[in-house]
């Protein structure tokens, strides 16, 4: 059974930082995947960023560029999404999500089997 386990979000000012926390129990992470997904009241599931458990390989949405780092530690079987400079927009519920990607596309969700709860970040002006 696989399950992810984000923490970390929390209510921040704009120009905050935020560190989210994702950790993966029941999974082989060979060469799979892991990335963070966000969705905003009203607005459609957007993929943040990504990474290959693998090699290290990062992805990142252009809206995040130069602002979010996800990283990883392998023997913790956790992921990790440092957000800085936080904007208003991006607040939304913050999702880890679990995967082989069978199309090559990091940031697709439908490329991730497993999904976990989510953690709220707002972002205030």
């Known amino acids: 059974q696989v399950q992810l386990v984000e923490s970390g979000g929390g209510s921040v000012q704009a120009g905050g930082s935020l560190r989210l926390s994702c950790a993966a129990s029941?999974?082989?992470?060979?060469?799979?995947?892991m990335a963070w997904f966000r969705q905003a009241p009203g607005k459609e599931r957007e993929g943040v960023a990504s990474i290959q458990r693998g090699g290290g390989t990062t992805y990142y949405a252009d809206s995040v560029k130069g602002r979010f780092t996800i990283s990883q530690d392998n023997a913790k079987n956790t992921v990790y999404l440092q957000m800085s400079s936080l904007k208003p927009e991006d607040t939304g519920m913050y999702y880890c999500a679990a995967g082989v990607l069978r199309r090559g596309l990091p940031l697709r969700g439908s490329e991730y089997n497993y999904w976990g709860q989510g953690t709220q970040v707002t972002v205030s002006s």
């Open positions: 029941g999974y082989k992470f060979s060469s799979n995947f």
